[in-house]
DNA sequence: CGCATTTGACCAGCGC
DNA sequence: GCGCTGGTCAAATGCG
């Protein structure tokens, strides 16, 4: 009887622990499936990521050529080679389609720089795709808009009209892109922040309503590259630093660079197709919800006013959300303050998923030719199942705060994103919390 | 001496 | 048309 009782109840021991087996060994194999699926994740984020960038540089340097080209021919203009950069990846590019156009039927090619510049400065004007687009902002949207609506069916041949039509809305975004501006809050005592890049100043003015001059500041580490940014402290808080970021590299980008030039180019798309009423408007605006809002903090705020659209990436982690310049049309992101865990350093590591993420978007979003491969269902993998985006929300708040706290964030971020193609965690971390980018290059 | 920064002037856009 | 403002240029200046 005893025995028969002993026995029983050690089979029915056995029993459960056999199930409790069975059921551990089902979630090893599931947290192995979902393990092989989100590397598969990473790395299609990181190839999109680099395909992306070196596609940037290729069509700069083509168009850097063909402008050469053109120029030696005599302004020879819309003989169609052009648009096809344009097309695939305006955001660089597209700059430069225009600037045919712009050099000739718009006056602001030739207004005032061309006042001042020298045939020594030919190179330059030919390559500053920032200045025009720059011009254009303010020279008027429509113009623009007309060019790209009229100039095509001139001159270009009729598969490349074909092509246009297919991408005109993506076209179009990209020029609004092109104008978008990337307005960079984050508390510095230093008068620039270090973002990896090479940066000559050219100019500085007191703005109206600022006591504090704003500088102006070209990048140096190619000739020709049209990205400028302005740095301004905050009026009402001068620690904190206003770095507002426009263009795109026209040429490879250090670790440290590429970060923020991706981050600010993933934003600036973002916003623009959020903005957007079609369907990639539509779908970018819900990867960008849910991209951005685990980030937490007061992190992002898009500005769709007039002139610029414009995104800022408030870094300052300051609770009160009215110290972010209040614009007219502003959408804000309401995210949850972050819990203050500068220790929690190795979240940092995720933060560069969002942006690496942003791009892979983008890139699929935006019809780039490079993930379009990527089979649909996968977009619904790409946006998490809830079950890994509550973690990545506390994470990502963590890492918002280390990041926040750190005046060179974007040595940060550059060590993050750096993480995501080279694996090297450690240096992550490193980087993180020594606000160097000494160790990147060997990532 | 070469390079980067400073600074006054110039120009275009915009509002009145 | 005029004045204000932002953005850029380029000569002057400073620095290593």
Redesign the pocket.
Known sequence: MVDDGISSNMEDKRAKSELQLAVLQAEVERMKVENLRLKGMLNQVTSNYNALQMHLVTLTQDQKSHHKNEQHDGKNKNNGMVPRQFMDLGLVAAAAGDTDDLSLS???G????D????PG?NV??NN?D??LM??Q????FARGADHREDSPGQGWASNKVARLNSAKTIDQTEATIRKARVSVRARSED?MISDGC?????????????PC??????C?MAAGCPV?K?VQRCAEDRTILIT?Y?GNHNHPLPPAAMAMASTTSSAARMLLSGSMSSADGLLNSNFLTRSLLPCSSNLATISAS???PTVTLDLTQNPNPLQLPKQPTQFQFPFPNAPQDPANASATALLPQIFGQALYNQSKFSGLQMSQDMEPHRLGQQSQPASQQNPLADSLAAATAVIAADPNFTAALAAAITSIIGGAHQNIINSTNNAQTTSLGET
Do not use: C, H, M, V
Request: glycine share 10%; charged share 35%.
């Open positions: 718009t006056s602001e030739g207004r005032s720089r006042r001042s510049r020298s400065n330059e004007n500053e920032g200045t720059f011009d902002d303010k020279k008027g008068a090479q940066w000559r100043k050219y100019g500085q003015k007191l703005a109206k309503g600022n001059p704003r500088a102006y500041y070209r140096t400028r302005q507002t426009e007039a002139p610029f």
